[in-house]
């Protein structure tokens, strides 16, 4: 019998029991507490109420979203509560900072594979859309699978709500809230016809380096929205070679030459990324790293965990290349963008020299005037 204590769930609470027994026994009491009070009101009425209350009772954005939606788990059929990781945090840092001084957030973000960050950045659009009237996002993916996984991020949220806020539309590619809130997806296209009908106060592009035209997409979709604070727009992508639009907006942020923050996210960043060594092989797994392998942990000051996990995913993930390790798995920016693409030099040999440069400095040349 599902009991918590001397707290008897009603009807509600048994409905919800399996989301119930994710939280801990403090806060299980609580929503139980919640739910009982609902219990006698009409469904239409529950919801309304339900909602308002889970809202007060978490307060806070960031609060809301990692204990009111849900993602699904790598294991088949699993979901939980999306609790952020440390990539995630460290995203939610940044915006806070712009945010806290006044200005419109503006990302572009670099990153190694599975990191999480669409999930993050889709928690946040539709929380803001969930929770706040009058908000307008927009979010545009490289590809058909891509946009259709953003959409589905957001539907998994929507539909793993206990309690939902009433909606005036839903289709393939958006949800639209009854109090004049809206999300909105959509494949990049060709030209400037990418986001030509839409408008945003929160705009994310995903995987930009990926998209037929990234230039004249980028140029439609920043046209779209406002430019002061409250407005958001996040690039987050994997590089796609060297020289082409992504790079050189990277460069841009990077060198300040325009309002875009910089964000990179080696491989190493994320926590998950390393396996157990048993006790055994420990020691002999020391003695065969490689030349690379040594560096990374010197110069990275990684874990031996950290280098057995990209060893087994280097045989079992990337065909046993080192160099598609380097791609999807970057860990430092120049190395994702000179091993993505077609590159046409060594990339060995020029990743070993890139620990003897220098960024180079940009100086304009022109004409002296005469006296």
Avoid at 165 to 183: A, C, G, I, N, R
Avoid at 219 to 237: R, Y
Avoid at 252 to 263: H, K, M, N, Q, T
């Amino acid at each position: 019998m599902f009991i918590t204590g001397t707290l008897r769930p009603g009807k509600l609470a048994k409905k919800h029991e399996l989301k119930l027994r994710a939280y801990d026994e403090n806060t299980r009491k609580d929503l139980i507490r919640i739910l009982n009070s609902l219990d006698h009101l009409p469904v239409e009425e529950q919801n309304i109420q339900g909602f308002e209350a889970l809202r007060a009772y978490w307060p806070e954005e960031e609060e809301w979203i990692q204990n009111c939606l849900w993602i699904a788990t790598k294991k088949r059929g699993g979901k939980q509560l999306l609790r952020f990781n440390s990539v995630q945090q460290e995203v939610s840092k940044a915006i806070k900072r712009v945010e806290n001084e006044g200005r419109a957030v503006r990302l572009i973000i670099l990153k190694a594979r599975q990191m999480g960050l669409s999930t993050y950045i889709q928690s946040r659009f539709f929380t803001a859309t969930c929770l706040h009237e009058g908000v307008q996002v927009f979010s545009v993916g490289n590809k058909k699978s891509t946009t259709q996984n953003l959409m589905g991020m957001c539907r998994r949220f929507l539909s793993n709500l206990i309690f939902k806020p009433p909606m005036e539309e839903e289709t393939k590619l958006s949800l639209v809230f009854q109090h004049d809130s809206s999300l909105k997806v959509e494949t990049a296209r060709a030209g400037e016809e990418t986001g030509r009908s839409a408008t945003a106060h929160m705009v994310h592009l995903s995987e930009l380096a990926f998209y037929p035209d990234p230039e004249s997409a980028m140029t439609a979709v920043l046209q779209i929205q406002g430019d002061g604070p409250g407005t958001w727009t996040i690039v987050e992508s994997t590089a796609n070679g060297a020289g082409n639009y992504f790079h050189q907006i990277w460069l841009d942020a990077e060198e300040g030459r325009s309002d875009f923050i910089p964000l990179f996210f080696p491989w190493f960043k994320d926590p998950s990324y390393r396996m157990e060594i048993p006790d055994t092989q420990k020691i002999v797994f020391e003695r065969s790293l490689d030349e690379e392998e040594k560096n990374l942990r010197e110069r990275f000051n990684l874990e031996l965990e950290q280098l057995f996990w990209r060893r087994w995913i280097i045989r079992n993930k990337c065909h046993g290349s080192i160099d598609v390790f380097h791609q999807e798995y970057p860990s430092t920016p120049d190395e994702a963008f000179l091993h993505s693409g077609a590159p046409v030099f060594d990339i060995k040999r020029l990743t070993q020299l890139e620990q003897y440069t220098r960024r180079p400095k940009r100086y304009v040349l022109g004409m002296k005037d005469s006296p």
